[in-house]
């Protein structure tokens, strides 16, 4: 059967825009659609609550007063009120994220990621870490998954990228740039770590996995994906809801990339090249 070539329009859509920065986003309404999650959130539920609104409302009596304080000295009018909250919205990002994913989540969101992979029919990458039931017939495939290994981890665990986070927190003084600068530079960063999971599962070496986020067109999704998940951590108390519907909302990514790789495969059978698709490096 004959593949309609796309049109210049769709290759204009393709080459510069990228639906990744949707799947945060994707990820909040699979959850909230999909009750097989939800017991995974019921557990967490008080625990995160407590955790998020303790610290938030720490930091916020001690030091949001003096931080506008500060910034009113070179700020315009409101702007200091502004970049001061999420300037405080972001330090509290990185100590509940730090505690909650070391005590509460780590195992909780790959079982997520795993659920999901499963559900939308990639049970064979899944298997590649974890036992997965066969029986098909059983609706919940929370309850088809088998032990997780030993070791397993959604996000590691990077020193580098709790520095960058710090030497990036003086970007929050720039009026009105600042944080939009912050978001999207500490997004380029988290991308590929919201995605380690699917790495694992595809069992990438250390090389693979770094030349398949350095492609010309990765590097552009993965930043988007992470900025708006970085924005979504700044959500008061909601913050660590959003971390585990991100865990659903990169293994919606991460099908479409399976099934993108998939098309592409398919093209290249139709045009008489029977090769596997092979993620390279592309040239900047």
Not at 238 to 258: D, I, K, N, Q, R
């Amino acid at each position: 059967m004959a593949h309609a070539s796309p049109s210049r329009f769709q290759r204009f859509v393709r080459a510069n825009f990228t639906p990744a920065p949707l799947y945060p986003f994707k990820g909040i309404w699979y959850f909230a659609t999909h009750r097989y999650l939800h017991p995974l959130l019921r557990s967490r539920l008080i625990p995160l609550t407590v955790l998020s609104i303790g610290i938030l409302a720490l930091l916020f009596l001690a030091a949001y007063i003096p931080v506008v304080a500060f910034l009113a000295l070179f700020h315009y009018r409101g702007s200091a009120w502004v970049n001061a909250t999420f300037l405080v919205l972001e330090v509290g990002n990185l100590i509940i994220a730090l505690v909650f994913e070391a005590l509460f989540v780590d195992h909780t969101q790959v079982d997520i990621f795993d659920a999901v992979m499963v559900a939308e029919g990639y049970e064979h990458l899944v298997k590649n870490k974890r036992p997965v039931d066969e029986n098909i017939d059983e609706a919940d495939p929370v309850k088809r998954l088998g032990p997780v290994e030993k070791g397993a981890i959604f996000a590691p665990f990077s020193f580098r990228q709790i520095v960058e986070f710090v030497l990036c927190l003086p970007l929050n003084f720039i009026p009105f740039v600042g944080v939009p600068l912050f978001l999207i530079l500490t997004g380029y960063r988290a991308g590929p770590f919201v995605s380690w999971r699917y790495f694992a599962l595809k069992g990438f070496t250390k090389k693979e996995r770094n030349a398949f986020i350095k492609q010309k067109r990765r590097r552009f999704e993965y930043m988007w994906f992470g900025t708006v998940y970085m924005t979504l951590q700044l959500v008061p108390v909601l913050s660590m809801l959003f971390l585990l519907t991100s865990a659903a909302g990169s293994a919606l990514w991460s099908v479409h990339l399976e099934r993108e790789a998939a098309l592409a495969g398919e093209r290249s059978e139709v045009d008489g090249e029977e090769r596997p698709l092979v993620y390279r490096d592309e040239p900047v």
